[in-house]
């Protein structure tokens, strides 16, 4: 479940290619050690380092080379997610809509207001909003009120997204004003024109240059709709081709990326407050782990420059003019809709994963009296400032359009759920409330992802967010018994293997991030290194223990297992030195060497090997992706990729090999064959 982080790591490493410029008090700009997400302020119309972000690349590819990435507007680290979620004519092939959009499509389904960050599962993707012309029984089954679109009319830039629904002839236009907040601009067509004809955005054009999901540059042309024509005032909705005429916002709080993913919902609209506001169950495939699945809330205050003439709901069985509410169990079909005679419609939304009551305080603190653009400009602000704090200048200019959006892509998560009054649910389902000085409880972690890359990168130049994720972590422990290893709003979704919140837990702690309990975590990760508990990613330990391996043969990443179990041991030794336990760190750091138990010699591979047998079971092929058909001795990856796995200690895998000479020859083998498979439909066997 890679995560696109991974390219910025490579991208920094490759920094031969690129010049990295020193601030003015004499330190490299991306070094700061003060500041977090910032909200330093710059002029609205100057984006230098935003205009080098390209937020279609990690949209495209298929098979295991799908990017998703959602490429809608947030705040850094966000945890509202404000973008598209697409389909081929009607046709979501699952895989390639992890992040909602995928760059193939045809068709916008609606606008949704979480997502996840380059996952490699489907979840969220909740609370869909969308604007069409018409409403009756068929725009809201199957998606009725879905629009065709184009790239030749879409824009999207860091904080704000704007495309064409060429079926609904009108510009939609989204923004996100907080961490739990956004609008979306719905402007009609006049005389079959579109507000993005000619190059420019609904609200101004900052000089962005225009590139396709692959980083390579290409030209934006402009287009018209069909001829105007005539509305038909006694029905609630219009002809095809309205110019201007009236407007129909439908909100749809059981959308959901995963098939199904909806459990219950509830939905109503208060007419005096012109405000829709309900809540729905998200239970994804990540989601639904606990058992209950995440409940999301949101209020949505519909703002328009004439009165709404219609309003109602809808559900399995019709579209109820008139209706105030509408609840739904199960999948069941539910929602609510405005329409409006101005041709431009806002609606200006929030969420929340306490109450709607909470999401109308994050309404009114986060976006309140501002304008559309107000909110625009100063959300576009927060990330020019972030993405300022590297400056490169490389040979060519799309080396630096993949840089910054690698870096954009690193900002993005994880995700800040404390909302407005730093209120929070935690993983014991109670809510909590940040202590003073935090800004931020993180949680959306791919920790078997990132714990080697991204959180490396936020800890230099993210050190505020790298302090939040790490009390965070210490949060996950406390309010629910065990470190998480992938968690994600607050649910152990016990992704993967191992438990490398130790590793991120320990980088922090030797980079001088030492605001937490650090005895207290010792206490947990030996536990969990001893025994057998609910959410930790030791479900072979006792094998582990009795034998000193994980036992193969059993198609269970019996090797992988044991590799991440002994990094892990590592990384709890170095916390037991550090709390003063000499022993138990002496007893650690032996189990962290259990990796040479599986090593075959003959093969230079580790190998599996079943129960007290000194018999390796090496593949075949080292190369063959086993785990693709959920079989083999090893977690996403092959023989040839896994025998590397040995980051506590490389010195002893050199040793292994042979010494520097055979271990250089095999590594330079290994990285240069990376280059033999460019696609990656299938995975790359030495990737």
């Known amino acids: ?227 105007a024509a005539g509305v038909d005032s006694s029905s609630v909705g219009i002809d095809a081709v309205p110019s201007p005429g009236p407007i ?62 219609a309003f109602g709901t809808w559900n399995s069985t019709g579209v109820f ?27 200006n939304i929030a969420i929340s994963f306490i109450s709607i009551d909470q999401a109308r305080l994050n309404l009114e603190r986060q976006i309140g009296d ?66 003073p000085g935090r800004e931020a409880a993180y949680s959306d972690m791919s920790i078997w992802d990132i714990h080697r890359t991204q959180a490396s990168l936020l800890a230099w130049l993210q050190p505020s967010v790298m302090g939040d994720v790490l009390l965070s972590l210490v949060d996950m422990m406390v309010q629910g018994g065990d470190l998480p290893r992938w968690p994600i709003a607050n649910v152990y979704a016990s992704c993967m293997i191992g438990n490398h919140a130790y590793q991120i837990l320990l980088d922090g702690l030797v980079k001088g991030f030492t605001d937490f309990n650090v005895s207290q975590v010792y206490g947990v990760m030996k536990l969990e290194a001893m025994t057998s508990r609910p959410h930790n990613g030791r479900d072979d330990l006792y094998n582990y223990l009795k034998y000193g391996y994980c036992i193969g043969g059993y198609k269970n990443s019996s090797v992988s297992k044991t590799l991440a179990y002994a990094y892990d041991d590592w990384a709890v030794s170095e916390f037991a030195q550090h709390v003063g336990v000499p022993e138990e760190a002496e007893y650690f750091l032996k189990r962290s060497k259990n990796y040479k138990n599986l090593w075959d010699e003959d093969h230079k591979l580790m190998c599996a090997r079943t129960v007290n047998s000194s018999t390796f079971h090496c593949p075949l092929d080292p190369e063959l992706n086993e785990w693709i058909l959920e079989s083999g001795d090893f977690t996403e990856g092959n023989a040839a990729q896994w025998r590397w796995f040995v980051p506590h200690d490389v010195p002893g895998l050199v040793q292994l090999f042979g010494g520097n000479e055979l271990f250089a020859s095999n590594l330079d083998t290994f990285m240069e064959r990376s280059h033999h498979h460019p696609v990656n439909l299938l995975p790359n066997p030495y990737y």
């Open 370 to 435: 501002q304008t559309f653009d107000e909110c625009r400009h100063h959300t576009q602000s927060l990330w020019e400032h972030n993405l300022s704090k590297v400056n490169i200048t490389a040979r060519d200019e799309s080396t630096e359009v993949k840089f910054y959006t690698a870096l954009y892509h690193s900002f993005m998560a994880p995700t800040n759920y404390a909302e407005v009054g730093g209120v929070y649910l935690g993983m014991d389902d109670v809510i909590h409330t940040l202590e």
């Open 1 to 227: 479940m890679m995560i696109n982080v991974l390219y910025m790591m490579l991208c920094v490493a490759a920094l031969a290619a690129c010049r990295v410029h020193a601030s003015s008090d004499g330190q490299v700009a991306a070094s700061a050690k003060t500041e977090g997400p910032s909200t330093k302020a710059v002029p609205a119309n100057d984006y230098p380092f935003s205009s080098k972000v390209n937020l279609l690349i990690g949209t495209g590819g298929e098979g295991f080379g799908v990017g998703g990435d959602p490429p809608g507007a947030q705040v850094p680290f966000g945890a509202l997610r404000l973008s598209p979620d697409t389909a081929l004519d009607n046709v979501v092939f699952g895989p390639n809509h992890f992040g909602g959009y995928h760059h193939d499509d045809n068709e916008i389904r609606c606008f949704a207001h979480t997502h996840m960050v380059g996952p490699g599962a489907l979840d969220f993707g909740n609370v869909g909003v969308m604007a069409t012309r018409q409403i009756d029984k068929t725009t809201v089954t199957n998606y009725g009120y879905r629009s065709k679109f184009s790239h030749l009319h879409e824009q999207a830039q860091p904080g704000y997204y704007t495309v064409v629904l060429e079926d609904a002839h009108m510009t939609a236009e989204l923004t996100a004003c907080g961490t739990h907040t956004g609008i979306h601009r719905y402007t009609a067509s006049i005389n079959g024109s579109h507000a993005l004809d000619g190059h420019a955005a609904v609200s101004g054009d900052v000089g962005h240059d225009h590139w396709n999901h692959h980083g390579e540059k290409s030209e934006i042309h402009g287009g018209g709709s069909a001829a």
């Open 248 to 309: 129909v916002v439908l909100v749809d709080p059981t959308h959901s990326l995963t098939p199904n993913g909806c459990n219950g919902s509830l939905v109503s609209y208060n007419t005096s407050k012109r405000e829709i506001s309900g809540w729905m169950v998200s239970q994804g495939s990540l989601t639904r782990r606990n058992g209950r699945g995440v409940k999301i809330y949101f209020s949505a205050i519909v703002k328009s420059p004439d009165a709404v003439s």
């Open 321 to 347: 003019n008139g209706s105030v509410w509408s609840q739904a169990s199960g999948t069941d079909a539910n929602g609510a809709f405005i329409v409006s005679e101005a041709s431009s419609v806002q609606l």
